[in-house]
């Protein structure tokens, strides 16, 4: 059973950066599709950036392009997403999500394309 397990969230000042790190269970990050999502009140869930496990190929939202960055460590089977330069538009909750699909990245996927599904790490920006 694939496990996903967020870490890292909190509070931070705009222009602020913080490093989230998703811990996989279950699978290798071979077999796998990984992404982070964020949702904030009100809004719908949305893709911010993905990773191949197995290539290392990513893609990355319009809004986080350039300030964020996703990397994977295949000894730890971790994904990590470093946030640089946050502002009043990033904060929710960010969750790692995962989809048992090997090989290239093909696509920006949704939320629904995505099967396992951490519980979540909260990002809030205060000035």
């Known amino acids: 059973q694939l496990q996903l397990v967020e870490s890292g969230g909190g509070f931070v000042q705009p222009g602020g950066s913080l490093r989230l790190s998703c811990a996989v269970s279950?699978?290798?990050?071979?077999?796998?599709?990984l992404g982070w999502f964020r949702q904030a009140p009100g809004n719908e869930r949305e893709g911010v950036s993905f990773?191949?496990?197995?290539?290392?190929?990513?893609m990355y939202g319009g809004s986080v392009k350039g300030r964020f960055r996703i990397t994977r460590d295949v000894a730890k089977n971790t994904v990590d997403l470093q946030m640089i330069n946050l502002n009043p538009e990033d904060p929710g909750v960010y969750y790692c999500?995962?989809?048992?699909?090997?090989?290239?990245?093909?696509?920006?996927?949704?939320?629904?394309?995505?099967?396992?599904w951490g519980e979540g790490t909260l990002v809030i920006v205060y000035s």
């Open positions: 999500a995962a989809e048992d699909r090997r090989g290239p990245l093909h696509a920006f996927y949704g939320a629904s394309v995505m099967t396992y």
């Open positions: 279950g699978f290798t990050l071979d077999d796998l599709t």
């Open positions: 990773i191949s496990g197995s290539h290392g190929g990513t």
